[in-house]
């Protein structure tokens, strides 16, 4: 791959010196451009033949010309319309020079082969009339225009005009330019200075080899006159169909080369479009490629900026004004590292090309600096060439075709390292990024630059001013914490802890890495000596590497989304987009939540221990199944009873004992470290299978010891018995059977009350429940009661849970009474947490204030029992039965 640096370096290519003058002195001579049919004698005329590109209209034209003029054969009159590509004054200044260098053009290599293929000599002698519209006297009718009124002085008629023109004694060749513009400013007398043109150009045609060219522009704003001028020369004898420029888009490339290059080496051409034809292939992309190397050293995407895209803005002067920028921007080109000077490599830096290119006069848009400058001015390297590629397509009156796909931007930049995808990544992490007015059309897949500012921008913006994220984190882990189900208590940055649950606390955003995590732990004493569940705790964390600050970001955004619905409330176009983005950005912040709390702490046989939790994707049902899997793979926790290694857990929560209460074996499990933990429903759940099993056994806390083989509900105030404890009351119990058969006793042996007999008879079923109330009543509460009181509301919540089980009836009500003035709180027990929070804030703001609490429980007599045992020891209470 030759760069269009080397290629200049080379000499492949040569800059024609006004253009290596701009780029020395940063000054280009407008001048050049400017073609002025009544100053074509100030024309270098050398220079112009030499800048001149024969293509076909003009080529067929000079042909033509020179036939009339030396044959008298063909047509006389010529109408030019050309819209883009050939220019007509300029074609006119060429017929001009023809005949007035008439030596300096037979010395013309291209003319020398015209003229040989027209078996013509030379150019022959001629006279030539000019007519230039823009600086004709509009004072003066056309017949006294000082060029024509010779033509008109022996009288209007056609005839008389056509014997005018004979009488000069040779050919005479009329060049007419800009007849409207002279029309225009005639007001009301246009209609005779018309029938006067029209006069003379007819009375051409009835002269043997004179001719007439006039040019008549059909993309002017002036259409009406277009259609008069036209029609005026509609029934002209001998009149020649209007001449259309053919090709645009290839005359004006061709032109183009012509105007801006001394020389272009066609091998190195066709060397760099075969570069162009690996590079698209290299994608799957056809290619042109005879379009590349015609085109050469313009990459064709840049050419048909301005042939199919500017070309229909008014303003915006064809092919003068491209040929002005072209020129341009290859002299600010001269260090190019790529083959083609493409759409991408447009310099918005320099002064006259964005003034030229952000002009709201041409483009009919107010604040294209402003785009440029925020947009794409600040990008560099790969991204500006994008955003500037972007930008040039931007600039066409239909939203919907401007901007480029990822296969036309790939083409224009065709980048030597990188696919269309690496190009489409780059350009819409900028529209999420950092992009005001850049945006994504979705319906065809352009990316485009917009004139307002794009409604995700409007997001970041109002991210920008959000400080606070914790509230939108504790949403995300209340959604997290929904995957887990009940075993699992998710919450942010939170003391309370669930000795039945495992609880995932999970540290604030800044506590990053393991020593922050383990500080973090320490200050909330969820692993010290005393601590009552530091089994059950694990701190989740982000780790070193997480991208906190981008998680963050995303939080923001979320935020920013929010406040704007409520700001554009009855916009449903701007609701509409901003719903879509609130989905992209939720889901990016599931993806980082996932990425960035990925370290765990626990505590493991007495030691903490840090681990990393790897979901296979980043979705929170993929990271909870992670997080479940890592505490399970290391017997940190498990969730699934069948999991358990039976044998082993009872044995260690048995230890030397034959017995264990189920409540303090639980409240093992939720302290020791040295065991796995295990929520409470999955610990039941587990007691029941080691029942089943005959692991253990199971008993009342009736005595004598009775074994119970039913387990229901949660199992508290039960024991668990030890293997051998079990078998050595089963020997007993059998026993006991066949002497109370054998002897007919009523009631039971030394050890039985009879109500407790019954109580074994009807174990497992429901039985009405013998209903207690019990009045607990706690005073001066102050803050560090309320631990004790949650404690217990705890406890009354589980019998009450069980017993709800077997009856409806069962109820714990929480009433809360002070002094004057105080609050009366009641609640049912199934709020406990509410309760709990209650009682907490309560204590708060009656601090070292004498209170007092009172729970009504009515329950199954040996619950209510349990209940009161546990308050027992730690309150005053009072028992009233019902
Ligand atoms: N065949 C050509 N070879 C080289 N340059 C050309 C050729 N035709 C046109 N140009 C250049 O293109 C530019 C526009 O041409 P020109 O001024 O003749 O257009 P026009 O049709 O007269 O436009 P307008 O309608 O604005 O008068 C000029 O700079 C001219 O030099
Ligand atoms: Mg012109």
Not at 226 to 241: M, S, T
Not at 265 to 287: C, F, I, P, S, T
């Amino acid at each position: 791959m030759k760069s269009f640096s080397d290629a200049l370096k080379d000499g492949s290519v040569k800059l024609r010196d006004y253009v290596e003058r701009a780029a020395q002195t940063g000054a280009l001579d407008d001048r050049l451009f400017a073609v002025d049919l009544s100053k074509a004698d100030a024309v270098d005329a050398a220079e112009f033949f030499d800048r001149t590109e024969l293509v076909k209209n003009l080529e067929t034209l000079v042909r033509q010309v020179l036939r009339r003029v030396s044959q008298g054969s063909g047509n006389a009159v010529y109408l030019l319309d050309t819209v883009m590509g050939g220019g007509k004054s300029h074609t006119l200044v060429y017929l001009y020079l023809l005949f007035q260098k008439r030596p300096l053009a037979n010395s013309r290599p291209e003319l020398r082969e015209i003229l040989r293929d027209e078996e013509l000599g030379g150019v022959p002698d001629a006279e030539v009339v000019v007519f230039d519209g823009m600086n004709a006297d509009p004072s003066l009718p056309f017949e006294e225009q000082p060029n024509i009124a010779r033509f008109f002085k022996d009288g209007g008629g056609k005839d008389d005009v056509a014997r005018s023109i004979e009488a000069v004694g040779k050919p005479v060749v009329f060049l007419v330019d800009e007849v409207l513009a002279y029309l225009a400013k005639r007001k009301e007398m246009w209609v005779s200075d018309l029938a006067f043109i029209r006069t003379l150009a007819e009375a051409v045609a009835d002269t043997a080899n004179s001719v007439f060219v006039a040019t008549v522009p059909s993309d002017t704003s002036n259409q009406e006159g277009y259609k008069r001028l036209v029609a005026a020369f509609k029934e002209i004898k001998r009149k020649a169909d209007l001449i259309h420029p053919q090709n645009p888009g290839e005359d004006f490339a061709r032109i183009a080369r012509k105007q801006i290059f001394k020389w272009v080496d066609g091998r190195e051409a066709k060397e760099a479009a075969e570069w162009a034809h690996r590079m698209l292939e290299r994608e799957g992309y056809a290619v042109d490629e005879k379009r590349y190397a015609e085109c050469y050293p313009f990459h064709p995407m840049l050419i048909k900026v301005f042939t199919e895209r500017f070309a229909v803005y008014e303003n915006f002067q064809k092919t003068r004004d491209a040929l002005k920028l072209l020129a341009w921007i290859c002299a600010r080109s001269k260090s190019l590292p790529y083959p083609f000077i493409g759409p991408g490599d447009v310099d918005l830096d320099e002064r006259y090309l964005r003034d030229a290119l952000t002009s709201a006069n041409t483009f009919e848009i107010k604040n294209l600096s402003e785009i440029v400058s925020t947009d794409i001015l600040p990008a560099k390297d790969d991204k500006r060439r994008a955003l500037t590629a972007l930008y040039l397509y931007s600039l066409y009156p239909k939203e919907e075709q401007r901007g480029l796909d990822r296969r036309d931007l790939f083409e224009a930049l065709l980048p030597e390292n990188g696919s269309a995808s690496d190009l489409e990544r780059l350009v819409k992490d900028y529209i999420r990024q950092e992009a005001l007015y850049l945006e994504e059309n979705k319906e065809n897949g352009r990316f485009y630059f917009k004139e307002e500012v794009v409604i995700r921008a409007l997001v970041r913006r109002e991210a920008e001013n959000i400080g606070d994220v914790t509230q939108e984190l504790v949403k995300v882990v209340e959604e997290f914490s929904k995957e887990f189900g009940g075993h699992v208590s998710a919450a942010l940055d939170s003391s309370e802890v669930y000795p039945e649950k495992l609880n995932l606390v999970f540290a604030p955003l800044n506590t990053q890495g393991e020593h922050a995590a383990e500080e973090y732990a320490d200050k909330r004493g969820f692993f010290g000596v005393d601590s009552r569940s530091a089994n059950a705790v694990v701190v989740v964390y982000p780790s070193e590497d997480a991208g906190v600050a981008e998680f963050e970001w995303a939080l923001k955004q979320n935020i920013a989304v929010e406040v704007l619905k409520k700001r554009f409330k009855g916009k449903k176009h701007v609701l509409e987009r901003l719903n879509e983005i609130g989905e992209e950005v939720r889901a990016e912040i599931t993806a980082k939540f996932c990425s960035t709390y990925t370290s765990l702490l626990l505590y493991k046989d007495r030691e903490k221990k840090h681990w990393r939790v790897q979901p296979r994707e980043n979705t929170l049902q993929a990271y909870a199944e992670a997080v479940k899997q890592t505490l399970m793979e290391k017997q940190k926790a498990y969730f699934d009873p069948s999991k358990v290694n039976l044998e082993l857990l009872f044995e260690r929560l048995l230890g030397e004992r034959s017995e264990v209460r189920v409540e303090d074996a639980y409240e093992n499990i939720a302290r020791s470290s040295t065991i796995p933990y295990l929520p409470r429903s999955v610990f039941a759940e587990t007691l029941r299978l080691a029942v089943q099993n005959s692991i253990v056994g199971l008993a009342d806390a009736s005595q004598p010891t009775r074994l119970i083989h039913n387990l229901s509900g949660r199992g508290d105030g039960l024991l668990i018995l030890s293997r051998e404890r079990k078998a050595a009351i089963e020997q007993e119990e059998m026993t006991t059977a066949t002497v109370e058969g054998s002897q007919g006793v009523e009631s039971g042996g030394e050890n039985k009350a009879p109500g407790q007999q019954k109580d074994v008879k009807g174990q497992g079923e429901p039985k009405s429940a013998l209903r207690v109330k019990l009045t607990v009543s706690a005073t001066a509460l102050k803050k560090e009661d309320v631990r004790p009181v949650t404690i217990l509301l705890e406890y009354a919540e589980n019998a009450w849970r069980i017993s709800r089980e077997k009856d409806g009836d069962a109820f714990v009500e929480v009433k809360l009474s002070g002094n004057e003035g105080s609050a009366r709180f009641k609640a049912v027990m199934d709020k406990v947490g509410k309760v709990k929070s209650f009682i907490e804030a309560f204590a708060n703001a009656f601090e070292g204030e004498d209170h007092k609490l009172t729970l009504s429980v009515n329950l199954r007599e040996d619950l209510a029992k349990q209940v009161e045992e546990k308050m027992a020891g730690r309150m005053k209470l009072a028992r009233e039965e019902v």
